[in-house]
């Protein structure tokens, strides 16, 4: 860490209306199998760099700041959130942050030339650039993500998601997505391939659900292939799930506060079908998240549907995660669509015994 920067221990220790300036160290997972983990440095006049900007008068720094900047600078998606290090004068905020390439329709630079390797490799590469402060935050932050607790990363990914989903202008951005209704309808809509084409009626859980916009949204498509699809979500943000119940009063006992590594029905229920995003934990922990989810959540002979969003690489994929947790796959979406081009990877499903 450089001399100039200290250790955010508790994020709810700083005060953020103060900070004028933010770092960003982005990083993208590899293949898990070998815990790979990825710096990304951008071009910048002639240099590698990590992405730094100014906190606008009006933004957020968790909300806006820390998303914009690194998609402006050298058009990198954030998706996962930490703050590390705060200067002394309590100005300039360093985050980490996993994600990847931006290929949607936010403002950002599409074109910007990446380095990409090991932090190790990327600090030398800083240093010899005579970057010493940035190759030493770059270190720092591989320390810090290195060190994350399951319940710190919790509680960052609350905080990140809770202002940005509430604010949201539409409900596709309540539930996370930046797009148009077209675009929602062809990036989730594959999910309908899960559908068990023996069964009329289906009883759906959205895990994340957010503003149970997914979860009533496949209510609606499913009756176009004449399936009655009852629609649930848990979420483990409280102020989301209470979102969800305003927005839809007429199913608020649908929708529930949980953890999807723990989360259980209240009177045991279980559902045929069962949606869950893979970077909900991580990736050591997805075992634990498909067992459970098999045990405990869906129904004997129903479906458990996994998936991981955006445009990772093939060793992200959640055919490669799942079957690197141990269970074999039973079935798979189309590729999404977005923006009338294919777009990452399809979900998957394991079915559970009947």
């Known amino acids: 860490m450089p001399p100039e920067f200290r250790a955010v221990d508790d994020p ?38 990590i992405p730094t900007g100014r906190r606008t008068p009006d ?13 402006e600078t050298m058009g990198f998606r954030r998706q996962e959130t930490h703050p590390f290090a705060l200067d002394s004068d309590g100005r300039h905020a360093v985050f980490w942050v996993n994600g990847g390439k931006y290929a949607g329709t936010r403002l950002h630079a599409p074109d910007v030339p990446w380095w990409t390797g090991s932090i190790a490799d990327g600090a030398a590469l800083l240093r010899a650039q005579g970057d ?26 609350h905080r990140t998601l809770v202002g940005a989903y509430l604010s949201a202008a539409t409900p596709e951005g309540g539930s996370g997505f930046g797009g148009s209704d077209e675009e929602w309808r ?46 649930y979500g848990a979420d483990i943000a409280a102020e989301l799930v209470a979102e969800a119940k305003a927005e839809h009063p007429g199913l608020a006992s649908h929708f529930f506060v949980g953890d999807a590594l723990s989360w259980v029905h209240p009177a045991g ?12 934990v991580p990736s050591s922990a997805h075992p634990e998240l498909i067992r459970h989810q098999l045990d405990h959540v869906v129904a004997p002979g129903g479906r458990l549907v996994l998936s991981e969003y955006g445009d990772p690489p093939s060793s992200r994929s959640a055919e490669a995660q799942v079957t690197r947790a141990g269970f074999v796959v039973a079935g798979r979406t ?17 079915d559970a015994l009947g």
């Open 59 to 71: 933004e957020d720094v968790w909300d806006d700041a820390v998303l914009r900047i690194p998609l």
């Open 334 to 350: 189309r590729q999404p669509i977005r923006g009338g081009r294919e777009r990452g990877f399809p979900s998957v499903w394991v």
């Open 12 to 49: 709810d220790d700083v005060d953020w209306s103060r900070v004028t300036q933010v770092s960003v160290v982005c990083f993208v997972d590899d293949d898990d199998a070998t815990g790979g983990v990825v710096l990304v440095l951008h071009a910048r006049e002639g240099r590698w760099a």
């Open 269 to 280: 229920d279980r559902f045929d079908l069962v949606h869950v995003l893979l970077d909900f």
């Open 186 to 231: 062809e990036a989730r809509g594959v999910l309908l391939d899960a559908l068990d084409p023996a069964r009329s009626r289906v009883r759906f859980l959205d895990h994340g659900c957010a503003n149970g916009h997914l979860a009533v949204s496949m209510a609606l498509w499913a009756r176009e292939r004449d399936v009655e699809l009852d629609p």
């Open 132 to 157: 010493d402060a940035p190759a030493a935050l770059a270190e720092a932050a591989g320390a810090a993500r290195a060190a994350m607790t399951y319940e710190r990363r919790v509680a960052d990914e």
